[in-house]
């Protein structure tokens, strides 16, 4: 079923399916019809002499510049070339797909003015398959992601560049002839509703919370494999100890460890032994640390969904004929919450390559041999692996620096504090991909040890996990290569087969 846009805002779920599966768009009667009535405030005041921002006037620190109305179509095309000004690698297709989709809503609130023509053509560049080419670096976060919407909206009128769906780059009124589109002509204030709007970060934020909650469900399996590997005790996830600390996300993880590590022969091998008083604290407080992830995941979240239902765009034009100037395109609440969900996936990739460490190290793995290697010495094992894992940590360390806290003044004072909420996602993302590899440096680890632990079997859930990671990646033997076997892990969990896997037998994680 086609994703509809009107004026109720957009599920998480619908913004994935656009932007990674391709779902078609369709605009709904009402949103046409509350366009149309909007735009009629608009053309009013496009015809008088009055000063209305971006209407009859330039932009920014020129919004004091008057604007012949002969030539205010001419100053929306302008606003799109000169914005246009990214430079970079290209944005992720799924990235550019989540800006198209979020500002079509947006427009189809019937707050910007717009015609119905607008946003009727950024669904039908979606639903062609066909993907501007946007430049990574341009946005500050404030007046919106203008310089990434530019480069969209310049695709709408035949300038700039784009892909086919087969990833072919093609000039962008060459793609539109061949999809069957023509290039639109743009009106007063149509250029303007285009690019100001949070769009690009929001939509990153969305992708980011999607994958952030597979991957923290995705930490309480390979933690609970790597307590079991570890000998490590299952005691200090009990519900009646985790109720003294009532924080949400901490139950949930607990919960799923006790879970996980249900019904663990290798764990019931030595409950009642006095090998170690206390487990470390990378094993023992892993529910406290992604616990606390998951609530500040909670918290992004509801961010989101919060501007999911927003309508972005300065000026907004009321239905009673108001034009009315405001702050809201301004990035904060997308940029503090990118900025706190970085630093908590930071720390979720931070205590598993502790946990690496410990599975690794012969003087603390309880008996495993030094590097989980296959006659050690002659063979490394996984020693490298855990490199892998301290390397992408560090940088995980430096991602999570915010970048709300920065603030760089532009167009001559006017926009004197800006969010940076644009660099705040964009690092989010990386941090993400970087706690994905990491994860995957923990399951191949653990999964070795627990083979190396047979004859004991490990619990249900965590053995039918290392089986999956067994269906592609053989287990100890001799030293081999082993970055396609770490990639693999990578996607295995990236796809969430991972934690599918685990569901089969102990139901759905927290």
């Known amino acids: 079923m086609a994703v509809r846009l009107g004026s109720e805002g957009l599920t998480f779920a619908e913004v994935v399916a656009v932007a990674r599966r391709e779902e078609q768009v369709e605009l709904t009667g009402a949103a046409r ?37 002969y030539r205010r179509s001419e100053l929306q095309h302008a606003l799109l070339r000169s914005h246009a000004a990214g430079m970079g690698e290209e944005l992720e297709r799924e990235v550019v797909r989540t800006l198209m989709l979020l500002r079509a809503r947006t427009l ?40 990434p919407l530019a480069h969209v909206g310049l695709c709408l009128i035949g300038e700039g560049e784009l892909r086919d769906r087969e990833g072919h780059r093609l000039e962008a009124a060459a793609g539109l002839a061949a999809a069957g589109l023509r290039p639109l ?50 005691r200090v996830f009990a519900a009646d100890l985790q109720r003294l600390r009532p924080h949400p996300g901490q139950a949930a993880s607990a919960a799923n460890l006790r879970r996980l590590l249900q019904g663990s022969d290798i764990v019931a091998s030595h409950r009642h032994s006095h090998h170690a008083v206390q487990d470390p604290y990378s094993l023992r407080c892993s529910p406290q640390v992604a616990g606390a992830a998951r609530d500040t995941l909670d918290f992004a979240i509801r961010v989101a969904e919060r501007e999911l239902a927003a309508a972005v765009d300065n000026p907004v034009v009321f239905p009673d004929g108001r034009v009315e100037s405001n702050g ?28 690496v460490d410990n599975l690794l190290d012969p003087n ?10 296959v006659e050690p010495g002659v063979n490394s094992g996984l020693m490298l ?32 504090h ?15 991909d970087n706690l994905a590899r990491i994860l995957a440096v923990e399951l191949v680890c653990a999964a070795r040890a627990l083979d190396l632990r047979a004859p004991l079997r490990p619990a249900a859930a965590t053995g039918a996990v290392r089986d999956l990671l067994r269906e592609r990646v053989p287990g100890p033997g001799p030293d081999r290569f082993l970055a396609p076997e770490l990639a693999t892990a990578e996607e295995l969990i990236r796809q969430g087969e991972v934690t599918r896997r685990a569901a089969e037998v102990v139901g759905e994680l927290q």
């Not at 919370?209 to 307590?227: K, P, Q």
């Not at 940029?335 to 969900?341: E, G, M, Q, R, T």
């Not at 800006?418 to 993400?432: E, Q």
């Open 33 to 69: 019809t509350a366009m149309q009535r909007s735009r009629v405030h608009v053309e009013r005041l496009a015809a008088g002499e009055d000063p209305v921002y971006g209407v009859t006037t330039g932009f920014g620190a020129l919004a004091d510049a008057f604007v012949a109305p």
């Open 108 to 147: 189809a609130a019937g707050f910007s003015g717009t015609r119905p023509e607008l946003a009727e053509a950024l669904v039908a560049l979606l639903n062609s398959g066909l993907t501007p080419v946007v430049p990574a670096h341009g946005s500050l976060g404030a007046s919106g992601d203008l310089a």
């Open 185 to 234: 002509r743009l009106e007063a204030k149509e250029g303007l509703a285009l690019i100001n709007g949070t769009d690009g970060m929001l939509g990153m934020l969305v992708l980011a919370c999607h994958d952030a909650r597979i991957l923290f469900r995705t930490a309480d399996v390979t933690a609970s494999m790597s307590v079991e590997a570890a000998l490590g005790t299952d």
């Open 328 to 355: 809201n395109f301004h990035g904060e609440p997308l940029a503090f919450a990118a900025d706190f969900l970085a630093i908590a996936a930071a720390e979720v990739g931070a205590i598993a390559e502790r946990r």
């Open 364 to 373: 603390r793995s309880r008996g495993l041999p030094a590097f989980l290697a």
């Open 385 to 416: 692996s855990q490199y892998t894992a301290a390397a992408l940590a560090a940088e995980n360390r430096l991602l999570a620096q915010p970048a709300s806290i920065d603030s760089v003044p532009t167009s001559g004072m006017q926009e004197d």
């Open 418 to 432: 800006v969010s940076m909420g644009w660099s705040a996602c964009r690092k989010l993302r990386r941090v993400l």
